[in-house]
């Protein structure tokens, strides 16, 4: 049962006197109730001073984790909280809100404190079914559910934790459980912004502080802590508060999102909007091998990204440059790399990276776009009306993203053009050795007339680059081999001519010899002996038909093995909206 009763007004002045009898401090501040702009506000009295304390409540007042296990009795001994499962702190801090609203009642020493607390929220968990449609093909979409079913399995722990005798079954419900845990995602502090003060008072990471969580969020508000010797806490801002001015705290560097998600509200205009995405490539056969080289970095906890619309996070075109990563990449590199080289590893693998944050952002921005259908039309709630200004936010953050990546990326493909002209390369230093040219402004012979992407096609080599050279290509009709093995040839073919776009390309990478030519029997002996059979099978034949395109010097196995690794290595795919036919291309970069 809640017990409960008296109107809103009667229950703030009975909180008010609450908090004087034991001790708090706020002369110079009142609490109003502001229900007509959504709940209550904290006003200055008086002129504050900057630095001025004007509030505290000593230690008596702050519900800890010891509060709560003093308060609650659970089946068995407590254990501590460790850093793997920070959740039964949290969870004691539940429970100890439900017990004290509905079973301890009027005889609970909070009451004036529990009676104060909403009983409905305007959090996404407790949304209507139309409101939560506002929500599809956001991030918070998959949010929500995601926290509902954290809520439901911290429930389960809590049932098999309090006695029934404690709490009934009737009253630990999910639903009250669900409304515990909104109190304290909208109210509850962390004890680490305390500079560690509270460290000795309790293990769990959250505490409540009445009084002190009354003041409603202004971003980058320079409120201060303080804490007395016995565990007080007071609060004062760095800045001077007139008469009559509200207020307010900073309730820390937040999102919209997380301030609709933890809040059930957003800033308009707030700076640190951004948009989330998770970096997962658990399926790809070099899991293992990449979190290794970024845990060497110190990016092996950077999977969870948030893109503002101001620009990229520092850290995630380094973590997509070892995601793009072949193997090729790895065996060079190694485990033992300074953080300096993921900030730009060479051109190939930028695009790479690039094309892929591309694919994802625009797979999101789709997914927003295709949910429009099924979003109600008006906004008639509150709640539905925070929803649309984050899902507009989303889509805003998204597309100008997109937008300027595209720039950059075009950048990109123009930068490579220019080096592929003056005859530079970016490759990395671990496969060339050869110090990296610097991009020129384009030569006469500089297609300047095409769009960069067209531009960068001409510098790949590619099944349309066969037809540049004639011999070649009128021999390759004739040929009944895969792709990768007339690529190979080709790469012997305009290796062998001066006259090549490509030959300068080709001879800078004399030294670079794939992982398969220097460990022929560990995990690339398949493939060695593969490649070797293939050219056995094309090996004199092609030099007997076509002597002057295939001729027997340049075409030796040994060349043939080292120009075959070299179009496994030097792969990279172009996604449809860098070409013109629409399709992807597959190529060969060299630089």
């Known amino acids: 049962m809640d017990h409960t009763g008296g109107t809103k007004s009667e229950k703030l002045l009975a909180f008010v006197e609450w908090l004087k009898i034991n001790g708090a401090d706020f002369s110079k501040i009142e609490i109003r109730d502001t229900t ?17 304390r004007y509030a505290f409540i000593p230690h008596s007042l702050v519900v800890t984790g010891k509060v709560c296990h003093d308060t609650v009795r659970t089946n068995g001994p407590q254990q501590p909280v460790t850093e793997s499962d920070p959740k039964p702190g949290r969870l004691m801090l539940c429970v100890f809100l439900i017990h004290e609203r509905f079973v301890a009642g009027d005889a609970s020493f909070w009451k004036p404190y529990i009676d104060i607390l909403p009983r409905e929220f305007h959090t996404p968990l407790h949304f209507s079914d139309e409101e939560l449609m506002f929500l599809r093909g956001t991030p918070a979409e998959f949010a929500v559910e995601e926290r509902r079913q954290g809520y439901r399995e911290e429930h389960e722990k809590a049932l098999a934790l309090v006695p029934e005798s404690v709490i009934p079954r009737d009253v630990l419900t999910f639903e009250n459980y669900l409304w515990a845990m909104t109190v304290l995602s909208s109210r509850s502090f962390s004890k680490d912004l305390m500079a560690g003060s509270l460290c000795h008072l309790t293990s769990e990471s959250e505490v ?23 565990g007080g806490v007071g609060f004062s801002n760095k800045a001077a508060i007139e008469v009559g001015q509200e207020v307010v705290n900073d309730y820390g560097e937040k999102s919209n999102e997380e301030l609709m998600m933890g809040y059930g509200f957003c800033v308009e205009g707030n700076p640190l909007s951004c948009f989330h995405i998770k970096l997962n490539y658990s399926q790809d056969p070099l899991f293992q091998a990449k979190e290794r080289l970024l845990a060497a970095v110190g990016l092996d906890k950077s999977h969870d990204q ?12 380094p973590v997509l440059r070892v995601m793009v990563m072949t193997d090729v990449d790895l065996h060079f590199i190694g485990e033992d790399v300074d953080r ?18 591309m694919y994802l952002l625009e797979k999101k921005l789709s997914v927003l776009e295709s949910s429009v259908a099924t979003v109600p039309t008006n906004a008639t ?45 970016e490759l990395p230093r ?38 540049s050279d004639q011999a070649f290509h009128e021999a390759s009709e004739q040929i009944d081999v895969n792709e990768d093995v007339l690529l190979t040839l080709f790469l012997l073919r305009a290796r062998m001519l001066s006259s090549s776009p490509w030959h300068a390309a080709i001879r800078r990478l004399e030294g670079f010899k794939h992982p398969m030519l220097l460990f022929e029997q560990d995990v690339y002996g398949e493939m060695l002996e593969e490649m070797a059979e293939i050219h056995e099978s094309l090996f004199p034949l092609l030099t007997e038909h076509f002597g002057d395109v295939f001729p027997p010097e340049h075409f ?35 630089i």
């Not at 384009?442 to 790949?460: H, I, N, Y």
Request: glycine letters at 8%; aromatic letters at 6%; charged letters at 25%.
């Open 340 to 357: 300096d080289l993921l900030d730009h590893v060479g051109l190939r693998n930028e695009l790479r990276a690039r094309f892929l944050l």
């Open 208 to 230: 409540l502080l009445p009084l002190l969580d009354m003041s409603n969020h202004y971003p980058r508000t320079p409120v201060t802590w303080t804490i007395d010797d016995d």
């Open 36 to 52: 007509s702009e959504g709940g209550n506000g904290v006003y200055a009295l008086e002129r504050i001073e900057s630095n001025e």
């Open 430 to 467: 671990y496969i060339c050795a050869d110090k990296p040219q610097q991009a020129v402004a384009p030569s006469k012979r500089a297609r300047t007339d095409t769009a960069p992407s067209g531009q960068f096609l001409g510098v790949l080599i590619t099944s349309e680059s066969l037809a």
């Open 556 to 590: 030796t196995v040994d060349r043939f093995l080292w120009a075959s690794g070299i179009v496994e290595a030097f792969r990279v795919v172009v996604p449809p909206r860098c070409t013109s036919g629409g399709s992807e291309v597959e190529g060969i970069c060299l």
């Open 381 to 425: 709630t509150p709640n539905a009306r925070v929803a649309l200004a984050y899902r507009t936010e989303v889509g805003d953050i998204l597309r100008s993203t997109i937008a300027h990546l595209q720039s950059a990326e075009l950048d990109v493909m123009a930068r490579a053009s220019r080096l592929f002209e003056s005859g530079g390369h």
């Open 306 to 317: 948030y893109i503002r619309a101001c620009g990229l996070p520092r850290d995630l075109l």
